[in-house]
């Protein structure tokens, strides 16, 4: 992997995520209830407070829980709930280890279908259906891991063009449109629910 990503609008964290796998995969745990840049700058963050060029799952996974969570909650926190998102950082580099050898490029490399790499995405601690969709959807759009029906594994994440995640961002301005997906789903969710309460 070495592509240029645009999904923290940071150049470094930016940088990192396009050769790191497993930054990739960390940046992609932390897209949860905290601003897509914000998620996607967590690599960088921790790698720099380890000291570190990349992050690394053998050393991440063997790490004190309460030190590596002390570490995402060092001001600015990494998340908005650092301490669980250290204990899933964690989980995700310990399976990793465990079934990859700590190589999160290996989950992909080599895989048959686009079904394949989707069930080995949700096999992954953190990772339910719809993040491995979108996942997959990032490695096919922008990090050239195209196994044979990768977009319809992927689902609506898949299509070009979609702005419906982070598999579409390759800018700012690409990122205000899938943010304005992104609210255009909440609100029609928040109408949805309103109605039922009727």
Not at 131 to 138: C, E, G
Not at 158 to 172: C, H, K, L, N, Q
């Amino acid at each position: 992997m070495d592509v240029t990503l645009h999904l923290a609008q940071d150049p470094e964290a930016d940088e990192l995520l396009g050769r790191s796998p497993l930054a990739a995969l960390v940046g992609m745990l932390l897209d949860q209830q905290v601003p897509m840049e914000w998620a996607f700058k967590g690599p960088r963050t921790i790698a720099d407070r380890l000291g570190a060029g990349d992050l690394d799952a053998h050393d991440i996974a063997a790490r004190d829980p309460e030190v590596f969570a002390a570490l995402l909650s060092e001001k600015p926190a990494v998340h908005r709930y650092p301490g669980s998102m250290a204990k899933r950082i964690q989980q995700l580099c310990q399976y990793l280890v465990e079934h990859y050898d700590g190589d999160a490029g290996a989950v992909w490399a080599g895989v048959g279908t686009g079904a394949d790499l989707l069930k080995r995405l949700e096999e992954l601690p953190g990772f339910g259906k719809q993040k491995a969709q979108i996942f997959l959807a990032l490695l096919g759009k922008q990090l050239g891991v195209t196994p044979k029906g990768w977009r319809e594994a992927a689902g609506a994440y898949g299509e070009p063009r979609s702005y419906r995640s982070v598999a579409d961002i390759t800018g700012p301005e690409s990122l205000a449109k899938v943010r304005a997906h992104k609210q255009e789903m909440k609100a029609a969710a928040k109408a949805a629910k309103a109605a039922d309460g009727r």
